[in-house]
């Protein structure tokens, strides 16, 4: 028997059972409780003219660009952050011969290209989130040197998952009110 010794206060362990509200962990709740909570989560989505696609988590993340995405979501990541589909290849490392081609020819981004272009149609969405939906202020912040990016615009680090990262990192301060 385990005996719990305060000052002024003895009591065994069966005692202090039955006087205390903490309920015992279960992790069956925990992992329903996750469940939800992730189902909570906002979806993602690129719209193309082959359809939508959509995806919510990261596992379905992989499915997706390992299977390609069409060359045209290059466009589809231009118009969302407002940039010329010039400056997007750029980012990418395409050409644009290559990429006119390639689209012409229905051809589908590199796995490599892929991650970058959901990674980034991510990103994209929460800073729209971030600037509630204004636009032209979230456009104007990627444009404009940011010190917690090193004094880089956040859209000249585009061209990497460590970069898109970065600027994400830094939407999370801006969303939580550190410096950005």
Do not use: C
């Not at 456009?139 to 880089?152: A, E, F, M, Q």
């Amino acid at each position: 028997m385990l005996h719990i010794y305060s000052k002024n206060i003895i009591m065994t362990a069966k005692e202090e059972k039955s006087t205390s509200n903490i309920k015992a962990f279960d992790p069956r709740n925990s992992i329903s409780r996750a469940g939800v909570t992730r189902a909570a989560r906002s979806k993602w989505d690129i719209v193309t003219s082959r359809g939508k696609i959509t995806w919510g988590t990261k596992r379905e993340r992989v499915e997706i660009f390992r299977l390609g995405l069409p060359y045209e979501t290059i466009e589809v990541i231009g118009q969302k952050a407002n940039l010329p589909v010039k400056q997007v290849l750029h980012y990418f490392g395409v050409a644009q011969t290559t990429y006119n081609k390639k689209k012409r020819e229905n051809d589908l981004l590199s796995v490599r290209d892929s991650e970058v272009v959901l990674v980034l149609s991510e990103v994209l969405d929460f800073g729209l989130e971030v600037f509630n939906n204004e636009k032209e202020k979230f456009h104007r912040w990627l444009r404009k040197p940011n010190l917690s990016l090193g004094g880089v615009a956040p859209e000249s680090l585009f061209d990497s998952i460590t970069g898109i990262q970065e600027v994400r990192n830094a939407l999370n301060r801006v969303e939580y009110g550190n410096m950005a």
